[in-house]
């Protein structure tokens, strides 16, 4: 099983709602990512999470809220968003750490959220 | 983080070679160069990467330079399901981070 599942697949929500977004692997990767991907632009880093700690975060505004609760899941959780955060959210893993350098990530197909 | 250029667009005859190049100057000695597609707004898909040596898999072709300040991506018989964008990526520690890729549109 190679896949990076993400869901939900669309999502609109309101500038003063609070939703989540999440993704889930089971390949036993230790690094797992958030990109943000604006239309005909590429995939922009936005958090990584190495043995569910956050190693990296890209000075991401504080609305955007990543949560690692295990070593399978991760969730965005979004609050307050403003219309120009519309995008496709794009999660992935890596084998990357503990010794492991260079090995492929595997994306998910990524939820396109709209903020009205 | 190393910087990636890429031409914008380039066009391939069906069942041709198509040659996708990618500038990497900056590129540090331990950072290896990564080639991602992205199909119409899928997630990125993974291709196949490189430190020095040209390597090759099922895919395609990756040929590295020897000062490695450069790559080409090679896929040999170019179908009309490989239209895409094309992303090179130097890669750092936990870091993919995309260029702006080369949108390859595959011609009948």
């Known amino acids: 099983d190679t896949e990076v599942t993400q869901t939900p697949k669309h999502l609109v929500m309101g500038m003063t709602n609070k939703k989540s977004l999440k993704c889930e692997q089971h390949?036993?990767?230790?690094?797992m990512y958030w990109y943000k991907q604006k239309a005909k632009k590429p995939p922009e880093l936005m958090f990584v999470?190495?043995?569910?700690?956050?190693?990296i975060n890209e000075s991401v505004p504080s609305r955007f809220s990543p949560e690692c609760p295990n070593s399978s899941l991760l969730n965005l959780h979004l609050h307050a968003l403003q219309p120009e955060d519309s995008a496709l959210y794009l999660c992935?893993?890596?084998?990357?750490?503990?010794?492991?350098?260079?090995?492929?990530?595997?994306f998910g197909q990524g939820t396109r959220l709209t903020v009205v | 983080d190393a910087k990636t250029t890429q031409p914008t667009s380039m066009d391939c005859a069906e069942g041709r070679a198509a040659n996708l190049p990618c500038n990497h100057s900056?590129?540090?000695?331990?950072?290896?160069v990564y080639w991602y597609r992205q199909i119409h707004s899928q997630g990125p898909q993974y291709i196949i990467h490189?430190?020095?040596n040209n390597e090759t898999n099922e895919m395609a072709s990756l040929i590295i330079t020897e000062d490695r300040k450069s790559s080409t991506l090679i896929l040999p018989h170019a179908t009309l399901r490989d239209t895409a964008v094309y992303y090179c990526?130097?890669?750092?520690?936990?870091?993919?981070?995309f260029g702006t890729g080369t949108r390859l549109k595959v011609l009948a």
């Open positions: 992935a893993s890596s084998q990357e750490g503990g010794g492991v350098l260079n090995t492929e990530a595997f």
């Open positions: 390949m036993g990767h230790r690094a």
């Open positions: 999470y190495s043995y569910e700690k956050l190693s």
């Open positions: 900056t590129i540090s000695g331990n950072e290896y």
């Open positions: 490189g430190l020095k």
């Open positions: 990526i130097v890669k750092g520690t936990y870091k993919y981070i």
